[in-house]
T-cell receptor, first 113, second 111 residues
Framework: DGGITQSPKYLFRKEGQNVTLSCEQNLNHDAMYWYRQDPGQGLRLIYY???????QKGDIAEGYSVSREKKESFPLTVTSAQKNPTAFYLC????????????FGQGTRLTVV | EDQVTQSPEALRLQEGESSSLNCSYT??????LFWYRQDPGKGPEFLFT???AGEEKEKERLKATLTKKESFLHITAPKPEDSATYLCAVQAVGTASKLTFGTGTRLQVTL
C-alpha cells in the first residue's frame, strides 16, 4: 500500500537532547512538508522541500533542521534550541502540479521530560 | 500575509441536525482551498479541493462550496461517526507549494 509512514508514534526526550523524527513516503511525491500542531492551534509549517537536496524554511523553523537526500525521505531534527518542543508533528507529501492535494502521515507525538 | 479563519471553533449537533462550517480566507490570489478531516491523535485525511468561486463538491453527507472570500462545509443529516475536527487550508498563487491552515472546527455529533 502506498502511503506516508512516520516513526515513532510516541517519542520522549530529555531537555537538552536532539531528536530526529522519521518520515518516509512511497507515493513518488516530489514535495514533502513538516507541520507542528499544538492544542487549539492550526497546523504550522516548519520546513518544506519541493525537490531532493533542496528545502525551505516555513513559518516556525527556528530550533529545527531537515535534510532531503532521497526523494522518499524527509527527516526532521528537533534540536535543543527549540524552546517548546512538546507537540504533535505531522509530515505530508504532495505530487508535483498546481492542482494537487497533500497527504499526511499519522503523526509523531513528542514529549520533553 | 495569507490568513485562514474557521468558525465556529466547536459545534455540537444531534444526529440528523444539518449545519455548516465556515472557512474565511485572505490571500493575494487563490490557487486552491482544501478541506481535511482529523480524528484525535491521527493525521488529517483529505476531503475536498476547490479551485474557483462557484465550485461545489460532494461526498456522502458532506458538501463543500467556495466563494471569493470563504468556503462552507455543509453537513447534511450528520451521524456520530462524522465527529472530528475539520480543517481548512489555502494555497496562494506564487507561494510555491506552501499551505496555510486554519485552526479547525471541532464537530461532535450525538445520538
Amino acid at each position: 500500500d502506498g502511503g506516508i509512514t512516520q516513526s515513532p508514534k510516541y517519542l520522549f526526550r530529555k531537555e537538552g537532547q536532539n531528536v530526529t523524527l522519521s518520515c518516509e513516503q512511497n507515493l513518488n511525491h516530489d514535495a514533502m512538508y513538516w507541520y507542528r500542531q499544538d492544542p487549539g492551534q492550526g497546523l504550522r509549517l516548519i520546513y518544506y522541500s519541493q525537490i531532493v537536496n533542496d528545502f525551505q524554511k516555513g513559518d516556525i523553523a527556528e530550533g529545527y533542521s531537515v535534510s532531503r537526500e532521497k526523494k522518499e525521505s524527509f527527516p526532521l531534527t528537533v534540536t535543543s534550541a527549540q524552546k517548546n518542543p512538546t507537540a504533535f508533528y505531522l509530515c505530508a507529501s504532495r505530487p508535483q502540479g498546481l492542482r494537487t492535494e497533500a497527504f499526511f502521515g499519522q503523526g509523531t507525538r513528542l514529549t520533553v521530560v | 500575509e495569507d490568513q485562514v479563519t474557521q468558525s465556529p471553533e466547536a459545534l455540537r449537533l444531534q444526529e440528523g441536525e444539518s449545519s455548516s462550517l465556515n472557512c474565511s480566507y485572505t490571500v493575494s490570489g487563490l490557487r486552491g482551498l482544501f478541506w481535511y478531516r482529523q480524528d484525535p491523535g491521527k493525521g488529517p485525511e483529505f476531503l475536498f479541493t476547490l479551485y474557483s468561486a462557484g465550485e461545489e463538491k460532494e461526498k456522502e453527507r458532506l458538501k463543500a462550496t467556495l466563494t471569493k472570500k470563504e468556503s462552507f462545509l455543509h453537513i447534511t443529516a450528520p451521524k456520530p461517526e462524522d465527529s472530528a475536527t475539520y480543517l481548512c487550508a489555502v494555497q496562494a498563487v506564487g507561494t510555491a507549494s506552501k499551505l496555510t491552515f486554519g485552526t479547525g472546527t471541532r464537530l461532535q455529533v450525538t445520538l
